[in-house]
């Protein structure tokens, strides 16, 4: 059974500076590994999907990558600003089922 | 476009009671996921549908059921419900076997 845990819990940073998100799994049958954003009380908004054959994925100032071999994701967010303060959650998909296992999230805040 | 819509945005019910949260999935969206989140955890999968037909099921007890439509909206059914069940439910659409899902804004329910 797949498990996936996200530390820190909580992190909290200066306007401008450059950060890591960290996500590990456990089955590294792992179909592919999204991360997703999501503000208080809300819905979750997906900020990238890398499928297992890849290694990393870039968006903006966002840079995801995905090393099956040690069971581990980071998510890398340059320039942080204070609309970046949200819970960033990690979900991985293992092959041959069509459910996304989720870790419990990193709360960041970015301070002004 | 629409994305998924939720309803109710909120909901009060007490122990005992029953509950049906509904969703309609994205324009041209014929699958639809369904997840509980409890406060400060991530998404937990409850069950899939698609086709009018449960594809997959997490480990949730038979008191959570749910429909497809011919129209692929959906409805999550809760009976006998638990104060345990108090919970951010979130639904997911997507097109076949897209790896990429979107998300609603959930429905709050709170159970007393």
């Known amino acids: 059974k797949q498990e996936v845990t996200q530390i820190p819990a909580a992190l909290s940073v200066p306007e401008g500076e450059n950060l890591v998100l960290n996500c590990s799994f456990t089955?590294?049958?792992?179909?592919?590994l999204q991360w997703f954003r999501q503000d208080p009380g809300k819905g979750l908004t997906s900020l990238l999907l890398?499928?297992?054959?890849?290694r990393e994925q870039t968006s903006g100032r966002l840079n995801a990558s995905l090393d099956k071999s040690s069971g581990r994701s980071t998510l890398y967010i340059a320039a942080s600003q204070p609309g970046d303060s949200a819970t960033y959650l990690c979900?991985?998909?293992?092959?041959?089922?069509?459910?996304?296992?989720f870790g419990s999230g990193t709360r960041l805040q970015v301070q002004p | 476009d629409a994305g998924v819509t939720q309803s109710p945005t909120h909901l009060i019910k007490t122990r005992g009671q029953q509950v049906t949260l509904r969703c309609s999935p994205k324009?041209?969206?014929?699958?639809v996921s369904w997840y509980q989140q409890a406060l400060g955890q991530g998404p937990q999968f409850i069950f899939q549908?698609?086709?009018?037909?449960?594809?997959q099921r997490g480990n949730f007890p038979d008191r959570f059921s749910g429909h497809q439509f011919p129209n692929y909206s959906s409805e999550l059914n809760v009976n006998a419900l638990l104060l345990g069940d108090s919970a951010l439910y979130l639904c997911?659409?997507?097109?076949?076997?897209?790896?990429?899902?979107?998300f609603g804004p959930g429905t709050r329910l709170t159970v007393l």
């Open positions: 997911a659409s997507s097109l076949g076997s897209s790896d990429t899902q979107y």
């Open positions: 979900a991985g998909r293992d092959t041959g089922r069509r459910a996304l296992t």
């Open positions: 890398i499928q297992s054959s890849q």
């Open positions: 549908y698609y086709e009018e037909e449960e594809r």
């Open positions: 324009s041209g969206h014929d699958t």
């Open positions: 089955d590294s049958a792992i179909y592919n």
